[in-house]
Structures are given as C-alpha cells and as structure tokens.
T-cell receptor, first 118, second 116 residues
Framework: AQKVTQAQTEISVVEKEDVTLDCVYE???????LFWYKQPPSGELVFLIR??????QNEISGRYSWNFQKSTSSFNFTITASQVVDSAVYFC???????????????FGRGTQLTVWP | DGGITQSPKYLFRKEGQNVTLSCEQN?????MYWYRQDPGQGLRLIYY???????QKGDIAEGYSVSREKKESFPLTVTSAQKNPTAFYLC???????????????FGQGTRLTVV
C-alpha cells in the first residue's frame, strides 16, 4: 500500500529564515513519482515539483530546493530565506507508475501548515 | 486560459438533501478525479474517471455518485447517504496518454460544502 507521512503538522518561522518540510513515503513499487503541492488560503493546489523514482538528483528552483533520498524514502522540501507569501499548507504526494495502476491518482500526506511571520 | 473550474465556491446543504458539485476542464485531459479534504487530513480520493462514460470508486466513495458523459465535465453528487459531508472538495485532472506517466494533476479552486 502507498503511504505518505508528513510528521510536521505546523511550522512557524520568521521571515528570512530557512525552513525544511519533511516527507517520508512507503511504496512497494520500484517506479513511482513524488510531488509537492502548495495550498494557499484560497484553496487550490498549486503544483511545485515532480520527481520520478529513478532520478535522485536534487533540484533547486529559486528559493526552493528538494532533497530526494531513496535510501531513506524521503523527499524533503526546503525554502530558503522564507517570505510571508510562502505561508500555506504544503502537501507531499506519491503517484503509482506500475502497469495496471491508476495513472495520475495521488496519495497525499496530511500536509504541513507553514506560517511565515514578518 | 486552460484550467479547471469548480462551482459553486461555497455550498450549503440541508440534511437529507442531495447536492451536485460541478467540475469543468478545458485542458483536454482524459482523467478526472474528486478528492475530499478535511481539516488536518490530506486529500482522499472519492471517485475517478480515466475515460468518458467510465468511472471507478476511490477510497471513500460511499454516499457519493458521479457521471462522465463528456470529457470536459465530471460532476459529483453528494447524496443524503453521506453521513458527514461537510468538507472541502477538490476536482483534478491529468493527461492519460499511454506514453506519459507520473504527470502532475491540475486542481480546481475547490468547493466548500457545509451541512446546515
């Protein structure tokens, strides 16, 4: 069974601090995809990144970076120099890729509420 | 602009009533999904459809029904059989071509349903 765990329910930081959001996943599949989504107060989920299980190279996009470690089944997300606009709920999710799976179906963690104070 | 439109944004329902949530997409995506979000919980899959005129139950389908008569539309009906319908409902879509796997899902802005 697929499972995604985000142990941090809420995180508060002051602007310009760095913050890391943790994500640990479980799957028996050898091929899978991992995602991060941002949910601002307006409610829609905004796609941030997709990573497939064969690509463990870390990725940086501006102030955002992601650390994928297959050995520990983790896919952590770091925001550098946080800003008030980063305040949102962040979800980590996993998608199956094996034959017969429901392509596109996501398994979500419970989310981490990030609050950045000015 | 392409995207997913959910309506209404807020919906109030009396106990015992059925209500239908609308989801329309103009992304030409094959697959569509309905997720439910409760406070402090992740999103849980209610129903999904990978092709027109076909749909499958997700993890929490009891008390819900869907239809997929058009590629663009995937309405969700919350029936009176749903014991605790108050929640935030999100519709999503993905490309479903055989050669594309792990594509990201695009989400609508959600409908907040409250039972009064």
């Amino acid at each position: 069974a697929q499972k995604v765990t985000q142990a941090q329910t809420e995180i508060s930081v002051v602007e310009k601090e760095d913050v890391t959001l943790d994500c640990v996943y479980e799957t028996r599949d050898t091929t899978y995809y991992l995602f991060w989504y941002k949910q601002p107060p307006s409610g829609e989920l905004v796609f941030l990144i997709r990573r497939n299980s064969f690509d463990e190279q870390n990725e940086i996009s501006g102030r955002y970076s992601w650390n994928f470690q297959k050995s520990t089944s983790s896919f952590n997300f770091t925001i550098t120099a946080s800003q008030v606009v980063d305040s949102a709920v962040y979800f980590c999710a996993l998608s199956e890729a094996r034959r017969g799976s429901t392509l596109g179906r996501l398994y979500f963690g419970r989310g981490t509420q990030l609050t950045v104070w000015p | 602009d392409g995207g997913i439109t959910q309506s209404p944004k807020y919906l109030f329902r009396k106990e015992g009533q059925n209500v239908t949530l609308s989801c329309e997409q103009n992304l030409n995506h094959d697959a569509m999904y309905w997720y439910r979000q409760d406070p402090g919980q992740g999103l849980r899959l209610i129903y999904y459809s990978q092709i027109v005129n076909d749909f499958q139950k997700g993890d929490i389908a009891e008390g819900y029904s869907v239809s997929r008569e058009k590629k663009e539309s995937f309405p969700l009906t919350v029936t009176s059989a749903q014991k605790n319908p108050t929640a935030f409902y999100l519709c999503a879509s993905t490309v479903q071509n055989r050669g594309i796997r792990g594509t990201e899902a695009f989400f609508g802005q959600g409908t907040r349903l409250t039972v009064v």
